[in-house]
């Protein structure tokens, strides 16, 4: 398994077309794409950024994940993800070492990519997302 790049940083935002105003307005970043991801109760801008991209997130159901942190902890980086060469090896490295998954299969994540989510516990107080994307 290799980690490849950073893929994207994960912020969760209460109203996305709000945050675009910042995003894109302000700072002159692109957005590529939007999309409601219904497996995680959350729609999605992505805005490439260099080599990288950030995603907003902002959730569909008061239940949602996003929702959920937000209460928590406000408007935010949410998580990181990691881009990696091959998903199975990652998650097999990660369960032979006894790291915490909250992932235990590779899921669908939005643009396309397949994904998994490490524990917080298993990256010190970090979300950690695998994401393995063909470009
Ligand atoms: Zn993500």
Redesign the pocket.
Known sequence: MKILKI??I?IAVKDLAASLKFYSQVLGLEVVGTEVVPEQQVK?AFLPCGDSEL?L?ESTTPEGPIAKFIEKRGEGVQ?I?LRVDNLEEALEMMREKGLRLIDEKPRY??GGAR?AFLHPQAAKGVLL?L?ERKD
Do not use: N, P, Q, R
């Open positions: 893929d994207h994960g999605v995603e997130l998580h993800a994540g939005a994904i997302e994401t």
